[in-house]
């Protein structure tokens, strides 16, 4: 059974750093590109970050170009995502999700507030 | 960036009828691999979105056949036949052609 569990959540003033983990289970992770998206509470879904199987390629949105960090290790199945300079509008429910879209983990919620 | 026009933005619809969502995208979604990358996910109540058409009309592990996807270059429908109680939530289209990917704005389905 696939799964992804993230991890990571909670909450931190403007202007400051944290770091997401999503661990893969039930498939062969490092054959995969895997997925950032997050969604802010009761919008829709935005996708932000994309990397390669291999870590050759990584994408973003502009709204998080510069200060966010996708990255993974596939020796321990598992995906990042490095957040600075956090700022209110990054408020949501963070998804990691395998391409193309076809699993997707629970959820966490990062909440950027003073 | 390419631009994920969904309609109508809400359904409400009575258990066994049929309907019917619309994805229009500002640019072709054919890759130069000759695929289409045009993806749709359903996001129950209180839950992770789920896969259930990809590139454009392939269903989704376990995904029921009342479902189907439509299409090619900008335009998309996906239709649902004889709806469930099941079906309720917002129905997204995703793009995955060019970067960055974008999603429609979403159609929330609601049973009568």
């Known amino acids: 059974e696939v799964q992804l569990v993230e991890s990571g959540e909670g909450l931190v003033q403007p202007g400051s750093s944290m770091k997401l983990s999503c661990v893969a289970s039930?498939?062969?992770?490092?054959?995969?590109?895997m997925n950032w998206i997050r969604q802010a509470p009761k919008k829709g879904l935005e996708w932000i970050a994309l990397?390669?199987?291999?870590?050759?390629?990584?994408y973003y949105a502009d709204s998080v170009k510069g200060r966010f960090t996708i990255s993974r290790d596939n020796s321990k199945n598992t995906l990042y995502l490095e957040m600075n300079s956090l700022r209110s509008e990054d408020t949501a429910m963070y998804y990691c999700?395998?391409?193309?879209?076809?699993?997707w983990g629970q959820g966490v919620m990062v909440t950027v507030s003073s | 960036d390419v631009v994920m026009t969904q309609t109508p933005p809400s359904l409400s619809v009575a258990i066994g009828q049929s309907v019917s969502i619309s994805c229009k995208s500002s640019?072709?979604?054919?890759?130069?691999?000759?695929?289409?990358?045009l993806h749709w996910l359903l996001q129950s109540p209180g839950q992770s979105p789920k896969l259930l058409i990809y590139?454009?009309?392939n269903l989704g592990s376990g995904v029921p056949d009342r479902f189907s996807g439509t299409g090619s270059q900008k335009d998309f429908t996906l239709k649902i036949s004889r709806v469930e109680a099941e079906d309720l939530g917002v129905y997204y289209c995703?793009?995955?052609?060019?970067?960055?990917?974008?999603f429609g704005s979403g159609t929330k389905l609601e049973i009568k």
């Open positions: 990397i390669y199987y291999d870590s050759s390629s990584k």
């Open positions: 995703v793009q995955a052609t060019h970067f960055p990917l974008t």
């Open positions: 999700a395998k391409f193309p879209f076809d699993y």
């Open positions: 039930g498939f062969t992770f490092s054959n995969y590109g």
């Open positions: 590139q454009v009309s």
């Open positions: 640019q072709s979604l054919v890759y130069s691999d000759g695929k289409t990358y």
